[in-house]
């Protein structure tokens, strides 16, 4: 394997005098003056991260130089707009604390391209919208690219998709609209035609060090030992032989994905300097995804080791030079407990991101909609900590991949089910195969009947929309489908939404699916948008309306209520109904949400008169006076 020893010296600046010293000198003296400042309280941390990371050596001083050069360079070529968001966002860095609503979309899938989502502005910001992520749209591989996920160049926009031109109007006229976009930064791996793979297979040396290659058989069958498997039916494994390299190079994904070695220098050094130049682009935050896998080390499953929480962190540094404007979001779709480090909470504790995904909190919703009981919502609940000042969940009820059951192993193993029985069941029963199962989702990578792994599907079809003969059939659907959102909306500091959910849309046509040939069982709930369900959005009692309105009132309490503040206490209320989860958000307000078919009354608190809950409904209740809880949502 690649390692930091194998790897050449970095370059070096003339060693008096760093390069972005002269830089500074020579730049308009109110930026050089912000920059030095920034500089100052950075580069401790940067250093500090780095030496963790790569050792106490000249090649970590150079590093460090050479990315506060880039920071420097990256700083200096932003736009006078972008230059002016930073400053005023520093001033106030909870600028992205109140009232955020997120949206995410493919961008073919949702509005053709680039220029078709600018048409799609007004529809957002209808819906309340602040935060608009993208999946990948910059440059993916020839051939099957994992939904954009295989990026063969960070910094040009897919051709299909647009231009870099299409890409500046389109951040400046969200940004006008109130809206920042997110774009995804893949930072684990490449695509096999990316430049540093090609010239990897080429022969050039210094690219094969950029890739974990294993050389024999055996070294491949020492770390697959305590390696998991992220696609097990459609990829198994985690290396692909490559015969120009003579190795076996990892693939994590797929095997079209190569995995970067992060402990050479460099693959730092220029995956940092290329997402700078990226946010130039006005892109307002980054997805990380993939982001647990950064780090390998023999013996352990090379997920969420320390070294990834140094480099998030020193990466976090850097952007506090170059763009501190910018959000960064961790994808780490773990267990809640490995959640916290991403937040900054974990040996090395500082600024890391200021987003992370709930994805236990995610799947934990499905199985208690299934299971018509609220535990596993609790022992969720239970494990997951107040995130830090400037810190916010993303809750979200489904996303572009599949509902990941694993995340919630642990959560089921203390609470005694280590054959993880429950989770078995919530697979099978949003398959549509348990009896009496209204879901009409798919099993994800789970050939062997008793594996479970994940669920596709959209929320609709999960929630039993699409399997309603009756209007109460409809009804109950509807209340699901909210149910779940309401929480979300609750919990979250960035609640997020995935395109069509706010309108109910339905599974990718078969029809569609035949079309895109592909193996990717994620392809049922990547469906194309539906202009005539959005206008019946406003058709009065439509299921269109239903939800839209309702998801449109979540989101407007949201921006009015300050208990909303991303970074606010949430509590788990203990005197519950064992099927209703009640949640409270700083001292006013709280949210019960009843998972059961069956009217529910239940008293909150001693002075509280009690609360009604017909079947799957929520409410979402201020108790600045809890003698008469005012009903803010029902
Ligand atoms: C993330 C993406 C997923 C992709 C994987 C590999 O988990 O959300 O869609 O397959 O990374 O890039």
Redesign the pocket.
Known sequence: MTTLESTDLLSHSDENLPVWRSQLNAAPQSRAHVLSERIRKQESVLTDRLVKVYGQNSRVQALVQDLIQAAVQASLARSEDLWQLDLHRQAHPDWHQQGAVGYTAYVDQFAGNLQGITQKIEYLKSLGVTYLHL?PFFKAAAGPN??G??VAHFEEVAPTLGTQEDLLQLTQALRKAGISLCS?F?L??VAQDHDWALKAKAGDTRYQNYFCLAKTPEEVAAWEKTLPQ??PDTAPGNFTFQRELNAWVWT???PY?WDLNYANPKVFLDVVSAMMRVANMGIEAFRL??TGFLWKRLGTNSQNQPEVHCLLQALRALMEIACPGVLLKA?A?MPTQQLPPYFGLGESSGLECHLAYHSSLMAASWVALAEQDASILRSVMAQTPKVPEGCSWLSYVR???DIGWNVLKPDLEALGDTKHERLIEASQFFAGVSPNSYAQGAAFQTTHTRAVHGTNGMAAALTGLYSAHTTEDIDRAVDRLLLLQGLSFFMGGLPLLYMGDELGLANTTQEELVARKGPDG?ELHRPYWNEDKANSRHVKGSIESRIFSKIQQMAQLRKTQAAFKGDADVTLLSNAHPQVLGLQRNHDLIGLFNFSNTTIDLKFSESASSVRLSAYQFKWLNIANDVAPTVLID
Request: net charge negative; hydrophobic share 35%; aromatic share 18%.
């Open positions: 999946l994992d939904g996920f295989a995804d893949v684990n791996h992220i696609f994590t994904f797929y994905q995804d993939s994808e779709i996303c572009h991949d994620r």
